[in-house]
């Protein structure tokens, strides 16, 4: 018996190998073909994006082995979302900015996985609003909640009048909340107040109330 042993193969050694036998009656002479697989590798993938909602996108992800490797797209570990190197959105809207996670394979070995970040840009929305009841003497807190990308930055407005917190109230922000607090609530503060969200691709606003409920008898009356 004849071995033939290859160190560090590698795709140039594929191809028929011949082993021949000379015995003093006869000689043999045999056939093989060496087959060299390379697991998948993505030797190529789109770089992190920020694109505005509405934008069209392009995701791309080239990868080698042999065989050739299958690739296919998801987001979020979610359903597969297509299969080949690249992944069109047409429009891409807010609810698919994410992680999105290219895998090639060839079941040569593990895939091999590369991830792509979608970060999409749109306006202000204040998806809530909270008025205030308030007894005059006590603290009226009025609240503005608003999703947007980027951040968005908060103003708040007595009639036309922006406030700010040298007028008697307080303005806090918390990451996407607005809160306007009154200390103290006299007479003169009841009414409406507006609170505006703002980024530099919008802005929404929204009314909310400072009020005191009086009941007589059966009648309520908001001041």
């Known amino acids: 018996m004849t071995n033939l042993r290859i160190q560090k193969v590698d795709v140039f050694d594929e191809g028929p190998y011949t082993c021949s036998i000379q015995t003093k009656q006869q000689s043999k002479t045999s ?14 993938v789109s770089e992190d994006i920020n694109v505005n909602e509405g934008s069209n996108v392009t995701l791309s992800c080239l990868a080698n082995g042999r065989p050739d490797p299958s690739i296919t797209w998801r987001v979020d570990f979610n359903k597969t979302l297509e299969v080949g190197e690249y992944l069109e ?5 807010r609810t698919q900015a994410g992680r999105y996670e290219c895998k090639a394979s060839n079941d040569v070995a593990a895939p091999d996985v590369k991830y792509v970040n979608v970060i999409v840009n749109y306006p202000p929305f204040i998806k809530g609003a909270k008025s ?4 005059v003497g006590r603290m009226g807190v009025l609240q503005c909640d608003a999703t947007a990308v980027p951040k968005p930055e908060f103003e708040w407005y ?3 009048k922006r406030l700010s917190n040298m007028q008697g109230v307080s303005i806090q922000i918390i990451g996407t909340r607005t809160l306007l607090l009154v200390a103290n609530v006299t007479e003169e503060d009841y009414g409406n107040y507006t609170c505006m969200a703002t980024n530099r691709l919008g ?7 400072l009020y005191s409920e009086i009941v007589f ?3 309520r009356y908001l001041l």
């Open 203 to 209: 802005t929404h606003n929204a009314s909310v109330f």
């Open 217 to 219: 008898g059966n009648i």
């Open 132 to 135: 205030s009841e308030t007894q």
């Open 89 to 93: 959105i047409s429009g891409i809207m």
């Open 31 to 44: 056939q093989v073909y060496l087959i060299v697989q390379v697991p998948a590798n993505i030797y190529r």
């Open 158 to 160: 007595r009639d036309d």
